[in-house]
């Protein structure tokens, strides 16, 4: 095999587009390029592959290098390509051995299927892998839009992932993890959520005294779900009354907290 195809995620907002990370080995001089409008963190992610391949291993293929990030027209950003592209290469050179569909059910080692895959984690120069930003957004887009695929993420990140429901995460340390997963060789452990963080308690709309249209207009939007809109002078107490807001809400439902955490995730607030 000198072409292997895998699957990956770009960030875009609060989705997470798919990518086909397609790694091919040709003859010719020995050359490394990634193309598919690429940004400079995914540039460098040439020599973080291959000092991880070689760290993990394995040899780093001779030849020419192209690596194709598809669809082109959308951004690539971040090192979450690493896994992809250095797993791709390994595929495409013949140290991995692809895996055959239609293989026993009795065998207590089942091959995983690489089109079921879907794959993110950042590099280190050892083969160690690195947790990823917004493993939330990535692993709600997948559930979304492939629910049966199985998302490997960095350990760290896939914990954070697994709180997805009808999702199958698994977690990875490694390259050698990951290429051992691939070949059917050992398969990775299925990533166990982080315990649910509690609801923080906040101030109580009781406290406040007088200000009864101002009293009135939240309760009748956070009833109705209406937009509320805030102005006065300095010191008119705005800001008390928008922080007591979230109290007068019912809970979240499960999914709306993903989704509320998915954003704080981008936001570099959790």
Not at 47 to 59: D, K, P, T
Not at 208 to 216: D, E, K, L, N, T
């Amino acid at each position: 095999m000198t072409l292997a195809v895998l699957a990956s995620r770009a960030l875009c907002g609060l989705d997470a587009h798919a990518v086909r990370v397609e790694s091919h080995l040709g003859p010719g001089l020995p050359s490394f390029n990634v193309v598919g409008l690429p940004d400079a963190e995914v540039r460098e992610s040439r020599e973080r592959v291959r000092a991880a391949i070689l760290n993990s291993g394995f040899e780093f293929p001779p030849g020419r290098i192209t690596v194709n990030l598809s669809p082109a027209d959308i951004p690539k950003e971040s090192g979450r390509f690493d896994l992809p592209i250095a797993l791709g290469l390994l595929l495409a050179s013949g140290q991995l051995a692809a895996p055959v569909a239609g293989q026993d059910p009795e065998s207590p080692v089942q091959d995983p299927t690489l089109a079921d895959l879907v794959l993110a984690g950042e590099l280190s120069l050892t083969g160690a892998l690195v947790p990823v930003a917004a493993p939330l957004v990535i692993a709600l887009s997948v559930a979304r839009e492939a629910p049966g695929a199985t998302l490997i993420l960095p350990t760290g990140s896939a914990e954070q992932a697994a709180w997805v429901p009808g999702l199958r995460v698994l977690s990875a340390r490694s390259l050698a993890d990951v290429a051992a997963h691939a070949s059917g060789a050992c398969l990775l452990p299925d990533a166990v959520p982080e315990p649910w963080p509690a609801a923080a308690s906040g101030p109580c709309l009781s406290d406040v005294r007088g200000q009864p249209g101002a009293r009135r207009a939240l309760e009748v939007a956070a009833a109705g779900g209406h937009s509320l809109l805030m102005i006065g002078p300095p010191g008119a107490g705005k800001s008390m009354l928008a922080a007591r807001l979230p109290g007068l809400l019912p809970p979240l439902a499960r999914s709306q907290a993903l989704e509320v955490a998915a954003v704080a995730a981008l936001a570099g607030l959790s």
